[in-house]
């Protein structure tokens, strides 16, 4: 699924293309609030964090799933 992301490290957003699949995703679908994070993702090394809301990813380099406990 092509998407735009904000890569901080670049300090802009970017466009990827990323799969969400339960192996590489850990969804929190009790979320009620904006700033309550919905979803983390594996992507291509680095992990993606989505807020509950239509706010766009964060994009954190060199940062795994595993790397923060899920």
Same mark, same amino acid.
């Given at each position: 699924? #092509? $998407? ?5 490290q670049?300090?802009? $957003?970017?466009?990827? *293309?990323?799969?969400?699949?339960? =192996?590489? @995703? @850990?969804?929190? *679908?009790?979320? @009620? =609030?904006?700033?309550e994070?919905? $979803?983390?993702? *594996?992507? =291509? ?5 989505? #807020? ?8 954190v ?5 595993? *790397?923060?406990?899920?």
């Amino acid at each position: 699924m #092509e $998407m735009t992301v904000y890569n901080p490290q670049k300090g802009r $957003m970017e466009t990827i *293309d990323a799969v969400f699949t339960d =192996e590489n @995703t @850990t969804w929190f *679908d009790n979320c @009620t =609030e904006s700033h309550e994070v919905y $979803m983390i993702t *594996d992507f =291509e090394g680095d992990l993606l964090i989505r #807020e509950f809301g239509y706010d766009y990813p964060l994009r954190v380099y060199g940062v795994c799933r595993a *790397d923060i406990g899920f």
